[in-house]
Every structure is written in C-alpha cells, then in structure tokens.
C-alpha cells in the first residue's frame, strides 16, 4: 500500500477465539502505524516484528503511508475457516 490510509474497520468473520496479527515488512516507507480506536493507541511495530490483537474486537486501521511500497503480513482466522 502507498499513499491514502486504511478505512477503519472490525472483521466481524474473525473467530471469537483468535487473534489477528500483523507484520510489516518493506524498505523506505515511512507511517502505517497501527490505529487500535477503542483503546486510543497508535501502535508503531518495527519492520520484522509481530503485533497481534483481537480484530473481532478492535476497530483498526493504518495511518497514512508515504514514501516506497509498505507489505505486511496479515495473519486472521475467520469463524467459517473452523
């Protein structure tokens, strides 16, 4: 992703037992934070690393992102996939 930002959003398909993580990766990007709205958090996870938290759960987002392309893993587990 370049440019713009993600909407905010919960994934109401995630499972009720599980965690959304997310990890970024990529060069010469800078923003893409995490937003985690009901707790009033900026997250900011250093390229590499994980985060996880309950997506069910937490509407989040990402803030803005400039510079060279920004990848990430998102690793989820909907209710269906069980």
């Known amino acids: ?8 959003h919960k994934v109401a398909k995630d499972s009720h ?3 959304n993580t997310v990890i970024p990766y990529g060069e010469g990007f800078s923003g893409g934070q ?3 709205w009901e707790l009033k958090m900026i997250v900011e996870i250093p390229v590499g690393w ?10 989040h987002s990402l ?3 400039t510079g060279r392309v920004h ?12």
């Open 1 to 8: 992703m370049v440019g713009g930002e993600s909407k905010p």
């Open 17 to 19: 037992n599980a965690l």
């Open 34 to 36: 995490l937003i985690l």
């Open 50 to 59: 994980g985060f996880s938290f309950p997506g069910l759960l937490i509407t």
């Open 71 to 82: 990848h990430s893993v998102d690793s989820f587990t909907h209710e269906a996939d069980f």
């Open 63 to 65: 803030t803005p992102i």
